[in-house]
């Protein structure tokens, strides 16, 4: 979702030049990427939410309370108002995750942008692709 948000929200902003105007491109990465993880997480919180607590409730005896994800919703989820209770958390999940993708993408791309072998179709380009990936995840990680 992460990459097909970014790719949709960066064509609504305005086009930059990278090289006549470095610093609005970085914002334009830092805007479109942070907005490209919060709207990925809005679809995946819920599942989350709901995988977690499959895992932690648990009956007296020990067992799981709930056998699936769909008999949680079904006992959690009765009115369209609880379903907000699935998205308790969430403000601070994007609090983390703007900055994160943010930082993210802008490294993705500005690597992607500036190495060579990117567009080659052999080990060249899938070992720049990889390398692109994990620099702008560990960036991202650790910013």
Sequence with gaps: FNFAFKDKIKRLMPKVDRKKHPWR?????????????????SLVYPLDTARTQLIICTNDD???????????????????????KLYEGYVVSVAGIIPFRAIYFFVNDT???????????????LVSKFTCAQCAALCAAYA
Excluded at 25 to 41: D, E, M, P, T
Aim: proline share 5%; no cysteine.
């Design 25 to 41: 491109a970085f914002a334009v990465n830092i805007v479109s990427g942070g907005i490209a993880g919060a709207g990925s997480l």
């Design 62 to 84: 020990g067992s799981p309370k709930y056998a699936n994800m769909m008999e949680f919703v079904r006992e959690n989820v009765k009115t369209p108002r609880d379903i907000l």
């Design 111 to 125: 690597l992607r942008a500036i190495l060579p072998w990117i567009r080659d179709e052999g080990l060249k380009g």
